[in-house]
């Protein structure tokens, strides 16, 4: 095993590891080799936690994606017909990209590339940054060999941002939102020569040539940051917020409720599923302040779809039924606390935290996060192992629930109250003085 193997292995959960087991028997099924690559290396490298699984492979990435989704039952999110690309979920909460190894030719700035398949190292140097362009071999013959034709290993380690092509931002100029997002997140610098790119790309106006679509997609990828103000904000500060969306630029910018958005998702798990919840209350957030009129302009410059729209529109009658429940003055234990919240939809759970200005709902959720879920997480597998009826059979779901309500609710033990020490005088007669 190489060092690089070894360091994936230990930054990867154990579903992520599964994962990547599961995706490399598909790749050999179909003689294909395989790389994981992009965010997922750079965060590994850096010392993050891996978020997202990317994989390229030198031939059919779809036909792979298939056997992946047939083999463990993943469910299909997207499909890049263009870029023979599939993004998969998995029921424990992994996402992961399968993508064929390509060139990207554009002819014009902003024009969709002309796509052609790739070998690996071809598909590392057309990308956007360095640090995006390292690959981990995962295929048998070549499992642990680390390919970094651009450098990026350096970049990691400088902690930088380094464009790969004079001429990228005139490509896509979607990689100025990108960027912006990634120094944010990172926390890197970005490298002088490519400073000096991106005021040449800027001067010659490309940010015109953005589509809205693409800056959509790019408030979804901000929703689920951690960092989502200071990402609107840098991007104001960029001007190319009054470019895309002047309704929530400037002083539009509402960065007081951003930062109550920001403040109430750190209580929520940090995985796939909790950060997709993150859209509508982010969108609601970010258009609070918005006039009918200022909505609809931003919807039409960012291109956002119904469904979309939907998830913010429709959010807040979902909540309040959940809302209701939570203030009841009939919860008075931990467990019905947590069975009520459990089943509860995540976004829904997400909007509360932020918009619900009644005591006990807030008070409830927080204990949800901050003690309930904790105390349930640190159940071993022999404690889980001691319920009487076996997993599988119709009377577990029933018997498991009866058992976190008795470890929830269960009273904990005082500790024992040493004797009270003796007076001096008595001590001293114990002693025979």
């Known amino acids: 095993m190489s060092d690089y193997v070894y360091i994936l292995e230990s930054h990867l959960s154990p579903d992520q590891n599964r994962v ?19 965010g997922a290396m750079r965060d590994m490298l850096a010392g993050y936690r891996i ?33 023979k690309s599939v993004e998969l979920f ?27 398949p790739a070998t690996i190292q071809d598909d590392l140097r057309r990308r956007d940054f360095a640090c995006n362009a390292v ?50 997140r990172l926390g890197f610098t970005v490298e002088e020569r490519t400073s000096m790119q991106i005021a040449n790309a800027r001067e010659a106006e490309v940010e015109k040539f953005i589509p809205g679509r693409a800056f959509g997609e790019e408030l979804k990828r901000i929703a689920a940051e951690d960092q989502a103000p200071e990402i609107l904000k840098s991007l104001d500060e960029a001007g190319l917020l009054a470019l895309l969306a002047p ?52 919807f039409k410059s960012s291109e956002l779809t119904k469904a979309e729209i939907d998830v913010w529109q429709k959010l807040e009658a979902r909540a309040k039924k959940l809302e209701a429940a939570l203030k009841s003055a ?21 909007f509360l935290l932020y918009k619900s200005a009644l005591k006990p709902v807030q008070e409830r959720l927080r204990s949800y996060f901050q003690k309930y879920l904790p105390a349930i997480q640190e159940i071993t597998p022999e404690e889980w192992e001691s319920i009487a009826v076996k997993p599988g059979t119709p009377k577990y779901a029933k018997a498991r629930d009866e058992f976190i309500t008795h470890r929830l609710d269960r009273r904990p033990k005082k500790p024992e109250t040493p004797p009270p020490a003796p007076e001096p005088e008595v001590a001293a007669v114990r002693r025979g003085r």
């Open 135 to 184: 690959a981990l071999s995962l295929s048998r013959a070549s499992r642990g060999l680390l390919l970094d034709p651009m450098n990026g290993l350096a970049d990691v380690e400088r902690r930088e941002l380094r464009a790969i092509s004079n001429y990228g931002f005139y490509d896509d100029p979607v990689r100025l939102l990108r960027l912006i997002r990634l120094r944010v």
């Open 51 to 83: 978020r997202d699984l990317d994989f390229v492979v030198e031939g059919n990435a779809l036909k792979v994606a298939k056997a992946v989704a047939e083999a463990t039952g993943a469910k299909t999110v997207s499909i890049d017909e263009q870029r």
């Open 330 to 350: 009939r919860i008075r234990k931990p467990s019905q606390v947590y069975h009520l919240v459990v089943g509860a939809a995540p976004d829904e759970i997400v």
């Open 90 to 116: 998995f029921a424990s909460g992994v996402t992961v990209e399968i993508a064929m190894a390509r060139n990207e030719k554009y002819t014009k700035t902003g024009a969709k590339p002309q796509i052609s």
């Open 247 to 298: 309704s929530i630029a400037g002083a539009k910018l509402n960065l007081a409720a951003l930062g109550k958005f920001d403040k109430a998702v750190r209580l929520v798990p940090d995985d796939f599923r909790w950060r997709a919840a993150r859209w509508g209350t982010f969108l609601a957030a970010l258009i609070e302040k918005l006039s009918p009129k200022e909505r609809t302009a931003l």
């Open 20 to 38: 990547v087991a599961d995706v490399q028997t598909a790749a050999a099924q179909n003689n294909v080799s395989l790389f994981l690559t992009g």
